[in-house]
């Protein structure tokens, strides 16, 4: 079964920083891979996602990840952190089930906490 | 033409009391999710809709959750004789996935989800 795992729990950068979240999954095939942002009150919004190809994907709001096969890794991140971008990020791995569907699980997420 | 919708926002309920969480996907999606969200966890999978296939209940925690999907569009789900462990975020979301579908297809987009408090 796949896993999700989401190092840390609570991060803080000051606003104009960079921002590397890191996520950690455990798959034994080629696996989807999501990143999701819940703002205070908001569902959940899909920053990017990763199915096959160019392994550095391009998502919103400023936001790319990378995926290492290598070390079996999608960390997110930012060059330059606004304000607007405190919220909870959570990480996610897609696997294909026999009934033709994708299950995804989640990781426990990361609280960003952006300081002026 | 929005996006997922979810009813009601918030519920507040006593413990013993049965709850209906009721869920509007986007239009032509063929699968929908139910999912729930306690506080300080990850999203925890409780039950997937695909068509007219049989669901997938591998994730319900007792047999007091249930859900059903009437007409391949909105899904209701059930929690019976509610306690206070269930207090959590309730969200459902829905895909455009296709049986055997194609990659690309499978990105599930999130309602804003109800949020249930048993006391």
């Known amino acids: 079964a796949q896993s999700v795992t989401q190092p840390d729990i609570h991060i803080t950068v000051s606003e104009g920083a960079s921002l590397e979240l890191r996520c950690n999954y455990s798959?034994?095939?080629?696996?989807?891979l999501f990143w999701y942002v819940q703002s205070p009150g908001q569902g959940l919004q899909l920053l990017l996602k990763?199915?096959?190809?160019?392994?550095l994907v391009q998502g919103i709001k400023g936001f790319e990840a990378e995926f290492k096969r290598s070390q079996s890794s999608f960390n997110l991140r930012k060059p330059s952190v606004h304000w607007s971008d405190a919220a909870e990020y959570f990480c996610?791995?897609?696997?294909?089930?026999?009934?033709?569907?994708?299950?995804?699980?989640f990781g426990t997420g990361t609280k960003l906490q952006v300081i002026p | 033409g929005a996006g997922v919708s979810q009813s009601p926002s918030n519920k507040v309920t006593e413990k013993g009391k049965d709850v209906e969480l009721r869920c509007d996907p986007i239009?032509?999606?063929?699968?929908l999710y139910w999912y729930r969200q306690s506080l300080g966890q990850g999203l925890e999978f409780l039950i997937y809709?695909?068509?007219?296939?049989?669901?997938?209940k591998s994730g319900l925690p007792s047999d007091r959750f249930s859900a059903e999907r009437t007409g391949g569009s909105v899904s209701t789900l059930t929690i019976q004789r509610t306690q206070q462990e269930d207090s959590a975020v309730y969200l459902c979301?829905?895909?455009?996935?296709?049986?055997?579908?194609?990659?690309?297809?499978?990105?599930?987009?999130f309602g804003p989800g109800t949020r249930l408090t048993v006391l």
């Open positions: 809709f695909q068509g007219n296939s049989a669901p997938d």
């Open positions: 990763y199915f096959s190809g160019d392994t």
């Open positions: 979301a829905s895909s455009a996935s296709l049986a055997g579908g194609q990659r690309g297809t499978d990105t599930q987009y």
């Open positions: 239009s032509g999606h063929t699968a």
């Open positions: 798959y034994g095939a080629t696996p989807y």
């Open positions: 996610a791995v897609g696997a294909r089930r026999s009934g033709g569907y994708q299950k995804v699980t």
